[in-house]
């Protein structure tokens, strides 16, 4: 395990772990709820540009340390500095790191547990796929303090309704982990105790796939949804085109007609 540390007091704020192409990241301010201070911020920049240089790594687990996933900005941080130009800074900040997360070539699991609030539910939606503990809680509360979660809402109104995430924005109250399922922020809840058997599957099902076209599909799957449908199938079809020429396509549809199991090239 090797740690990204703080700049400021030298703790390890991002814990990594590695095995054989799965990578977990851990939020590592337990005694804060794992709040996303400008070190944490920076910390997991730092750790997904790293990652984002890594064509061995297959797939990447975000998890965290102590009773809770992340609470947030830190709140206590953010009120000692009552400037414009700081509090514009410190969510472009925040919005690159989310943003980061999609860039990556290759899938990213949230595994929740305990509560993901404010910028911690934005983590959650930011990532492409999240499995959560049955006792997890969800909210952008943001309002109950006089702040709208504006930077929240982004990622949040892309995963559920509008009408519900407005719901959460204005009101600021808590949903369980079924209901962020059944809304969509949330692919599945399982048993606490078995979060970590259920994204260790959902990370084994993953990298069971040609890595070539997880890559591929990662980055049309984001940018589809960008664009009008008639372009949006002009540029997936292109892309699926690309796929086909690949070794790992002809490999696979080559195993699936000779009743095999495909070996995929390696990244």
Excluded at 64 to 77: M, N, P, S, T, V
Excluded at 143 to 165: E, H, M, Y
Aim: include cysteine.
């Amino acid at each position: 395990m090797t740690a990204i540390p703080d700049t400021q007091d030298n703790a390890p704020l991002v814990l990594r772990e590695e095995h054989d192409g799965l990578v977990t990241l851990r939020l590592n301010r337990p005694l804060q709820f794992n709040a996303l201070s400008e070190a944490m911020l920076a910390a997991l920049q730092e750790a997904f540009d790293t990652i984002a240089q890594q064509p061995h790594v297959r797939c990447v687990v975000l998890a965290a340390e102590g009773k809770a996933f992340c609470a947030g900005h830190d709140l206590r941080q953010m009120q000692a500095t009552r400037q414009l130009d700081y509090y514009q800074t410190l969510f472009a900040q925040c919005s690159r790191v989310m943003q980061a997360i999609q860039a990556l070539p290759v899938p990213v699991i949230a595994r929740v547990h305990g509560i993901a609030t404010a910028a911690g539910c934005q983590l959650v939606a930011s990532c492409d796929l999240a499995v959560a503990g049955a006792s997890a809680r969800f909210a952008v509360s943001g309002i109950n303090v006089g702040l709208f979660c504006a930077t929240p809402s982004v990622a949040l109104s892309r995963n559920v309704s509008p009408k519900r995430a407005f719901d959460m924005l204005v009101t600021g109250r808590f949903i369980d982990a079924d209901t962020a399922a059944d809304w969509g922020l949330v692919n599945e809840t399982v048993a606490d105790t078995a979060l970590d058997e259920a994204v260790a599957r959902l990370a084994q099902q993953i990298m069971a796939k040609s890595p070539t076209a997880i890559r591929y599909g990662k980055a049309m799957f984001y940018r589809q949804r960008q664009l009008p449908l008639d372009d949006a199938y002009a540029y997936a079809g292109d892309v699926m085109a690309r796929n086909m020429m690949e070794e790992d396509a002809n490999e696979g549809v080559s195993a699936f007609l000779e009743k095999r199991t495909p070996s995929w090239a390696r990244p």
